[in-house]
């Protein structure tokens, strides 16, 4: 009697294990119904989704590295606002040689506008959203040229469920989003992607998108506020 028991409670636990099991994706270890999730086409419906977008907050960091902008200047940090595609304000925490500098930028249409380093004062400046940072273009370019995306986790933040998908891109593809960017490198990168809405929440690139930069670097990029009320004009 004590052997059939054994053996019951054996086979019971190996049903258990195959329902674990099935409930899980192939090699990859996504849950179910993920792995069917059509990634592509979701990064896609991201991409036309954020050229409806007419205005948002952003956030943009870097590990390992900086970016580097107008007066050889190595961009650090950026968080500003976005209204249409051709204006943008950015508090930008960067470095000057040894010293670390808070600069304020502004674009409105073709005129660019950055506080100096030293004296805080505004100072006209040859500068376009793709000669810095164009989150709306840069996004949307990687969305469209990304390969080999999969969804891999659904995440929930603030209340709002995303899809996370993950993905490859050629540093070719980044110029709006890393002004520098050199063809011919194979960069990993995720998205977070609004289950409802396909809006993007967030972006990370990982690696070196030109011989310059150190191979570890990681960026990211935050989106938030969709749909805000920001007023952005040229400096008095």
Do not use: K
Not at 206 to 232: K, N, P, Y
């Amino acid at each position: 009697m004590g052997a059939r028991r054994t053996v019951a409670t054996v086979a019971a636990a190996l049903a258990l294990l195959a329902a674990v099991a099935g409930s899980c994706g192939g090699d990859g270890g996504e849950p179910a119904g993920l792995a069917a999730i059509d990634a592509q086409a979701l990064l896609g419906r991201a991409a036309d989704r954020m050229e409806q977008l007419e205005s948002f907050r952003f956030d943009l960091t870097h590990e390992n590295g900086a970016t580097v902008i107008a007066r050889g200047l190595l961009m650090e940090r950026a968080r500003g606002e976005v209204v249409g595609s051709d204006r943008l304000r950015a508090e930008v925490r960067a470095r000057a040689g040894p010293l670390a500098v808070d600069i304020e930028i502004r674009i409105v249409g073709e005129q660019g506008w950055m506080t100096n380093p030293l004296t805080g004062r505004w100072e006209r400046e040859d500068l376009t959203l793709a000669s810095i940072f164009d989150p709306v273009g840069g996004v949307t370019a990687l969305m469209r040229a990304a390969s080999d995306a999969r969804v891999v986790a659904r995440e929930s933040i603030e209340g709002a469920d995303y899809y996370r998908v993950e993905a490859t891109v050629d540093s070719a593809d980044l110029g709006l989003l890393i002004p520098g960017a050199e063809a011919g490198r194979t960069l990993p990168a995720q998205a977070l992607v609004s289950v409802e809405d396909a809006t993007v929440r967030r972006v990370e690139i990982r690696g070196a998108a030109s011989a310059l930069e150190a191979e570890e670097i990681v960026r990211r990029l935050e989106i938030s506020d969709v749909g805000g009320e920001f007023s952005i004009e040229a400096p008095r």
